[in-house]
């Protein structure tokens, strides 16, 4: 069976982040004044065939693990729902 | 109130993602043959002040239309919820 499954790849909450920083730079120089923390991550989405959600979870969280996350800079989410 | 909402800004479906065909070889090359498509975007949260959710909403909409999204590119999607 066929699965969507999405990967948030977001930098540690405690760690400085300087594309959020610039982020809210631009959005203050916009006007956009109620803007007060911003962080950028990715968001990876991967098509995944496995016999459950939760294999499928599995082989994402795999991905994260060696290819798609810093585990010393960033945290990761998943989710899987049917394609 | 505070809101944290989430924009997920992604590549648009027509179009090819050369980021996602080059993790795909990287999954690939990592023994992961049982993921077949993938697209990578960003994942931006902001705090934004504001009177309602959908007030939220509307700021984080703004602020992806004027600086985060590349509307020929890619698309997003906007999720609020209070912080």
Chains 1, 2 share one sequence.
Request: avoid cysteine; charged fraction near 25%.
């Amino acid at each position: 069976m066929s699965y969507r499954v999405e990967i948030k790849v977001m930098p540690h909450k405690e760690l400085l982040d300087p594309q959020g920083k610039a982020v809210l730079g631009g959005l203050s120089n916009l006007g956009l004044q109620s803007v007060s923390d911003v962080r950028v991550g990715k968001n990876i989405t991967l098509l995944v065939e496995a016999p459950s959600v939760d294999q499928a979870e599995a082989i994402a969280r795999e991905a994260a693990e060696k290819l798609l996350s810093n585990p010393v800079m960033e945290y990761f989410e998943v989710h899987a729902e049917k394609a």
